[in-house]
């Protein structure tokens, strides 16, 4: 029976990678928001970044449900950064009877700053594919939304360090 696998994280703890690593082994689709907007939108969203990540989102939670109902696995390389979205989602696909799996990409701080001074310097070369630069005024913003999940909240625990 085909599943879901959500990929959760921090911005730069490895989820991409990670998404492609397992994508073969679990022969699934990956979902990337970050994938789209770039494909789509050249990062260039500004003001409307939030407002369109949502309806993406949505959008892949609909494909996601085709695509297992098809009998493709599917990973969704998001980030899930509150508890709330966490539970949300995992309620909607039990609504759906969809098997939803969590994994969760650990860095270790070392790690994931090696992961963002690498990320930014690849975007100031213009090799940054679907990644944007990440100044301390984004990056504030983004871990005040973070919320480190619990153990039971995930299924596999990956462990990133270099």
């Keep these: 029976m085909a599943k879901v696998i959500a990929v959760c994280g921090k911005i730069c703890s490895g989820k991409t990678c990670y998404s492609n690593m397992i994508r073969k082994k679990e022969n699934a689709v990956i979902l990337s928001c970050d994938e789209l907007t770039r494909d789509l939108f050249d990062n260039n969203l500004g003001d ?64 994931w700053h090696k992961n963002i001074e690498e ?8 090799e940054g594919g679907s990644d944007y630069f990440l100044d301390k005024g984004l990056m504030e913003k983004l871990l005040s939304l973070w919320e480190t999940p619990s153990e039971d909240e995930i299924d596999v625990w990956y462990t990133l360090k270099r």
């Design 48 to 111: 409307k970044h939030d407002e369109m990540a949502v309806r993406i989102w949505n959008y892949f939670k609909k494909k996601s449900v085709e695509l297992v109902s098809a009998g493709c696995n599917v990973i969704l390389d998001w980030g899930f950064w509150s508890a709330e979205s966490r539970k949300s989602l995992t309620e909607f696909y039990s609504s759906q009877n969809i098997v939803c799996e969590w994994h969760y990409i650990d860095a270790d701080d070392r790690t």
């Design 119 to 126: 990320r930014n310097r690849r975007v100031l070369k213009g």
